[in-house]
């Protein structure tokens, strides 16, 4: 409720465009466009709502953010975020996206240096207890029989993990997009000392454990 008017602006045209792309992309397979999780962003609903909210969306009425060649622009999938640790990431580092401009990410941020989670402490995991969580989520770890180590597949320019390879104790291995890895630990009920908030991070083998060091930004970022 403290922010500008013109943030507020700001995200009545990345959320109208977010809403308008599920639309399109789901056409009329379902009665609803935006649940109030994760996957639309904690919408709030109608309690969230707030006066200067509604100036905003009335003062940008019709605005959205659309990407292609001009009289071809269409709209694309928004996502935003409270704190990226100093870098924009690229879609493609969540999910599979299209490779255009507004979604390579790169930008250098200092606009999150606020949020509490702009860096935060050492999280450490058993490796157990990972695999454990990677077999609840993503059965063919099973076939490893546990986690020897994890080594980075590849990362953007500026650290951000994008794919890892968890390789098991016979030196079988799979591959694994960074956030997956991440999303396990967070919606399986396994023991972790600390929250792993992003996987902006750095990846330590402690023996019988993972670390996560270095910790930037929240969620997506």
Known sequence: PKWSLEAYRAQA???RSFALFHYHRNGN?????LGDGQASQV???YDAETGTAWR?????????????????????????????????NPAR?????YDIEPEQGGQVCNDCRQCARYRWPPVRIRKTDLYAALSVSYPRIRKLGGIRRIKVRSKTSWGRYEWLDVFGPSGKRETLRAEDLRLAILFNDVPVQGTLYSMNCTIEDLGDSIQFSNG???GHG
């Open 93 to 97: 580092a969540l999910r599979p996206a």
């Open 13 to 15: 045209v990345a959320a």
């Open 216 to 218: 930037r930004g929240f």
């Open 56 to 88: 905003a969306v009335r003062s940008t009425h019709g605005r959205i953010l659309a990407y292609g060649s001009p009289g071809r622009e269409k709209p694309f999938l928004v996502q935003y975020s409270a704190a990226c640790g100093g870098h924009v």
């Open 43 to 45: 919408y709030g609903g």
């Open 29 to 33: 397979e379902r009665v609803w466009d």
